[in-house]
C-alpha cells in the first residue's frame, strides 16, 4: 500500500497542507508542538475513524475552525489492482461527521476496514505491555478489522449491542422486573453470537502471532527469551451464554456489563512471568516492538499489501542498539518517520519535510 498524497484543512493546527510522500521513507523533522505527529494521526485517523492518541474528534478540528478535512489516495498496489483509491473525511465538533471514498458516501464505519492499513509506532506503545488490557484489545481488534471486513462489522455490532444493553442495565435501577429480563433476553443473544465469533477471531490470531512476536522479540533485544502469548478471555470456558446468565443479577445490580469481549485481555509473559510487573523497561520496549512489527507482518501476509509504516519519534525513546535493532528489521513499505532532532544514523530518507508552526517546507 502506498500513500501518494495526503491534503490536511483545519486539522490539528494545519489550516492547510500538503504533502506527497516519498515511495520509500519520508522524515517529518522539527521541534515539539509543530504539528509532525498531526500528519500521522490523520493519515491513521482515515485507516480506523479514530485518534490513535486516543483524543476525542472535536480536537481535532482546529480551533475556530467550523470543520475539519482529511483527504489521501492511496495506491493498494495489489495483484489485479491499477487504479487509486481516494478517501475523504470531514470531522465536525458537533454533528455527523462525513467518510467519502472515491467521492461515495461510506455507509458504515467497518466498511472502510482494509482501504488504508497503517502500522502506528509510538513511544505510548510502551503502554501495550505495561498498560491495562483496553490497549490490547484495541491493537488484537485493529489487526482483525484491517484484515477482514466481516470482522470489522462484528466490532462494530459487538460495540452497538453492548451500548444498548447497559442502557438497558441502567434503566432497570437495580431491579430485574419481567420486562426487563425480556429485553435482556434479546441482547444477551445477539452479543453471545458476536461475541463468541469475536472471540474465536481473537484466540487464532494471538496464536499466529505468538510465535513471530518471540522472533522478533529476539532480533530486536538481540537475546533469546522464552515469550507467550494468551488471549484470556474466562467466559469461553463455558460459553458467553452462560456466562451472561450466570452474571445476569450482578449486571442488573451494578448496571454494567460484567462479562464478555470487552473484558478480555491478552496476557504478555517473558520466561514464564507476566512482562507487564516482571520484565525490564528495555525488555518491555523491545516486546511492544515486537508486537507492533509481528501485527504488520500479519496484516501484510493476510491482504498482500504492506501497511504504511507510521514511526512517530520512536528511535527517541531507545538505546542505541535496539534503535539499530529496529532499523535493521522494519518491514520494507513506504514509510513515515518524525524526528525532533536529526534522522537517525542508519536512516536515509528519500524525502526530508520541515514541520514549522503547521506549515511544511521540503528541505532534502
Known amino acids: 500500500m502506498r500513500v501518494r498524497g495526503l491534503w490536511l484543512g483545519d486539522f490539528r493546527n494545519f489550516a492547510a497542507a500538503e504533502l506527497a510522500p516519498a515511495p520509500g521513507l519520508s522524515a517529518l523533522v522539527g521541534a515539539n508542538g509543530q504539528g509532525k505527529t498531526n500528519l500521522l ?3 491513521a485517523y482515515l485507516a480506523t475513524l479514530s485518534s490513535f492518541r486516543g483524543a476525542p474528534g472535536e480536537a481535532l478540528v482546529r480551533a475556530g475552525a467550523e470543520h475539519a478535512v482529511v483527504r489521501a489516495e492511496i495506491d493498494p498496489e495489489q495483484p489485479g489492482r491499477t487504479s487509486s483509491t481516494l478517501v475523504e473525511a470531514e470531522l465536525r465538533p458537533s454533528g455527523r461527521d462525513r467518510v467519502l471514498v472515491n467521492r461515495q458516501p461510506l455507509r458504515r464505519a467497518s466498511d472502510l476496514a482494509g482501504t488504508v492499513r497503517v502500522s502506528v509506532f509510538s513511544p505510548d506503545d510502551l503502554a501495550l505491555v505495561k498498560g491495562g488490557p483496553a490497549r490490547r484489545r484495541a ?3 485493529g489487526l482483525l478489522a484491517a484484515t477482514s471486513p466481516r470482522l470489522a462489522a462484528v466490532q462494530a455490532d459487538l460495540e452497538r449491542v453492548l451500548r444498548q444493553r447497559g442502557t438497558l442495565l441502567r434503566q432497570a435501577g437495580g431491579r430485574l422486573g419481567d420486562d426487563i429480563a425480556v ?3 434479546v441482547w444477551d443473544a445477539k452479543l453471545s453470537e458476536l461475541g463468541e465469533a469475536l472471540g474465536r477471531a481473537r484466540a487464532e490470531l494471538v496464536d499466529q502471532l505468538q510465535p513471530l512476536v518471540g522472533k522478533i522479540y529476539d532480533q530486536v533485544a538481540e537475546s533469546a527469551a522464552e515469550v507467550a502469548l494468551e488471549y484470556l478471555a474466562p467466559w469461553r470456558a463455558g460459553g458467553l451464554a452462560g456466562a451472561l446468565s450466570a452474571a445476569r443479577a450482578d449486571d442488573v445490580r451494578r448496571g454494567v456489563s460484567t462479562v ?3 473484558r478480555d485481555d491478552v496476557g504478555i509473559g517473558v520466561a514464564g512471568l507476566p512482562a507487564r510487573t516482571h520484565a525490564s523497561q ?4 523491545s516486546l511492544a516492538l515486537a508486537l507492533r512489527l509481528a501485527g504488520h507482518q500479519v496484516v501484510e501476509e ?3 499489501s504492506a501497511p504504511v509504516l507510521l ?3 520512536v528511535f527517541s525513546e ?3 542498539r535496539r534503535a539499530g535493532a529496529l532499523l535493521a528489521h522494519l518491514p520494507r513499505a513506504q514509510a513515515l518517520l518524525t524526528t525532533t532532532g536529526p534522522v537517525p544514523a542508519g536512516v536515509t530518507p528519500e524525502l526530508v519535510v520541515r514541520v514549522e508552526g503547521g506549515r511544511l517546507e521540503r528541505v532534502g
Not at 528495555?282 to 520496549?285: F, I, L, P, V
Open 139 to 141: 491493537l488484537v481488534d
Open 282 to 285: 528495555g525488555e518491555q520496549r
Open 311 to 313: 514511526l512517530d519519534d
Open 183 to 185: 429485553t435482556l433476553d
Open 260 to 262: 464478555g469481549p470487552h
Open 41 to 43: 494521526e490523520a493519515l
Open 302 to 304: 493476510a491482504s498482500g
Open 318 to 320: 531507545l538505546d542505541a
